[in-house]
């Protein structure tokens, strides 16, 4: 049960005034060009980390196919 003390607006998901309010302060302390170099290596990041498991899912593959070959010899 959800504690009755806690208001109702603070258990939901930010709104988009609250989204632009966290944004808009956000500029202000890094400044933009700041922010947008943020981005930029968070998105390189996820990028690099999603080519690492495609990279794993193909070796795990293929040293599946070198054991199945090595059982039936």
Do not use: H, T
């Not at 607006?9 to 060009?33: D, K, N, R, T, V």
């Amino acid at each position: 049960m959800v504690d009755s003390w806690l208001p109702s607006w603070l258990l939901g998901m930010p709104g988009p005034m609250e989204l632009l309010l966290i944004f808009g302060i956000l500029i202000l302390i890094f400044g933009a060009s700041k922010l947008s170099g943020i981005g930029k290596a968070l998105g390189e990041g996820i990028r690099n980390f999603k080519k690492g498991l495609k990279a794993d899912d193909s070796s795990d593959s293929s040293d599946l196919e070198a054991r199945k070959n090595d059982e039936s010899d």
